[in-house]
């Protein structure tokens, strides 16, 4: 294996462990390896973060789906942008959904783990055009994430994935990363 593989499974290994800790209340070994990932010392016990996963995605209702930012993003701008747009990335990857997944295709779950398979399978050109759009809408996310979180926990996630996946968008575009 060189580098550049190793790094390329690094990336896939982040962005399914992002995606993990949105799929549901985050499984206790997926906590410790986003501790490890982060080298943090996170003091939320296990408790206050499902708690506040609850609070979030349950409760809250804190939207998690790409079609709720590009919205946002795009009100001022009459252009039609459907969910067929990223269901056109999965698509052109050869990647179907599972009908058994309760998750709707720009769910930042789904999202994520597309990006992990993209590098996993080497697909280059698709990995660069699908995380400009994941740097689109996911930045958005995790403000409001950081914003509505009650653990040092999710802050800290907010705070990682947009770190992370903003410097992919500049990795890409200067030729690093892919």
């Known amino acids: 294996m060189n580098f550049l593989d190793?790094?390329?499974?690094?990336?896939?290994?982040?962005?399914?462990?992002?995606?993990?800790?949105?799929?549901?209340?985050?499984?206790i070994e997926h906590i410790e390896q986003f501790e490890s990932f982060g080298q943090l010392d996170i003091k939320d016990t296990?408790?206050?973060?499902c708690e506040d996963f609850i609070h979030l995605f349950i409760n809250e209702n804190l939207p998690n789906y790409e079609a709720y930012y590009k919205?946002?993003?795009?009100?001022?701008?009459?252009?039609?942008?459907?969910?067929?747009?990223?269901?056109?990335?999965?698509?052109?990857?050869?990647v179907a959904i599972d009908e058994e997944i309760d998750l709707p295709p720009d769910h930042i779950s789904m999202e994520l783990i597309f990006m992990s398979y993209l590098i996993e399978q080497n697909l280059k050109d698709l990995q660069i055009e699908f995380a400009r759009r994941l740097c689109e809408w996911v930045p958005l996310f995790c403000d409001a994430l950081y914003?509505?979180?009650?653990?040092?926990?999710?802050k800290e996630v907010a705070y990682s994935l947009k770190e992370f996946v903003l410097s992919e968008c500049e990795d890409g575009s200067e030729g690093r990363g892919y």
Request: glycine content about 2%; overall charge negative.
């Open 6 to 27: 190793y790094i390329d499974e690094e990336r896939a290994e982040a962005y399914r462990l992002f995606a993990y800790l949105f799929m549901n209340i985050p499984h």
């Open 46 to 49: 296990y408790e206050e973060i």
């Open 71 to 94: 919205a946002e993003l795009y009100k001022d701008i009459p252009i039609n942008r459907s969910l067929d747009d990223v269901q056109h990335f999965y698509w052109t990857a050869g």
């Open 147 to 154: 914003k509505k979180a009650n653990t040092d926990f999710y």
